[in-house]
């Protein structure tokens, strides 16, 4: 059984940054698709950053690109996201997801088969 927890949040201040982590645990990292995505208040989810193993590949949406970066730690089996230059637009729930096939997931929340339980990042003007 794959668990995947969530951690690296806080209080930051516009312009500040942070590394979010996503630590695996059951299943390794290494073959898979690993999708960041994250929820405001009263909004919907929405897919941000996603890095595809079988392709050595990342892909950013647009709020965060250029602003942010995936890299991965194969020892601690875990996939980090750092954001830097955040913007109070940026507050939300943040959450990591892995595709344990490799080729489905994206930015969209399909084709995900487990989820952390994410972590608050709250930016402040």
């Known amino acids: 059984q794959l668990t995947l927890v969530n951690s690296g949040g806080g209080l930051v201040h516009a312009g500040g940054s942070l590394t979010l982590s996503c630590t695996a645990s059951g299943y390794s990292l290494d073959y898979i698709t690993i999708g960041w995505f994250r929820q405001a208040p009263g909004k919907q989810r929405e897919g941000i950053a996603y890095v595809r193993a079988i392709t050595d590949t990342s892909y950013f949406a647009d709020a965060v690109k250029g602003r942010s970066t995936i890299f991965r730690d194969d020892v601690k089996n875990a996939v980090y996201l750092q954001m830097n230059d955040l913007k109070p637009e940026d507050t939300a729930v943040y959450y990591c997801?892995?595709?344990?096939?490799?080729?489905?997931?994206?930015?969209?929340?399909?084709?995900?088969?487990?989820w952390g339980q994410g972590t608050q990042v709250t930016v402040s003007s």
């Open positions: 997801a892995v595709d344990l096939r490799g080729d489905r997931g994206a930015l969209g929340a399909d084709g995900y088969d487990y």
